[in-house]
């Protein structure tokens, strides 16, 4: 996320667990961020398997009756 803006917000988290990341020098807002980019980067895999579910089962229904279509070629 370089030269991302940035903005100020409030957010609320627990004073044992502020007060140990800060005791061990952590920045705050960054990684509260990381954090919240991880969680965001997951509801969107989430949300790509439930849009695409019928998709996938479709080809792993194929892949199971058929094979993989090139399987022979495959050096591995």
Do not use: C
């Amino acid at each position: 996320m370089a030269h991302a803006v940035r903005r100020a917000t409030n957010v609320t988290i627990d004073q044992a667990l502020l007060d140990e990341a800060k005791g061990l020098g952590l920045n705050i807002s960054r990684a509260a961020e990381a954090g919240i980019e991880t969680a965001v980067r997951a509801e969107k895999e989430r949300l790509w398997q439930v849009e695409n579910a019928e998709a996938i089962q479709s080809s792993n229904n194929y892949v199971e009756k058929y094979a993989l279509p090139l399987a022979k070629y495959r050096v591995f």
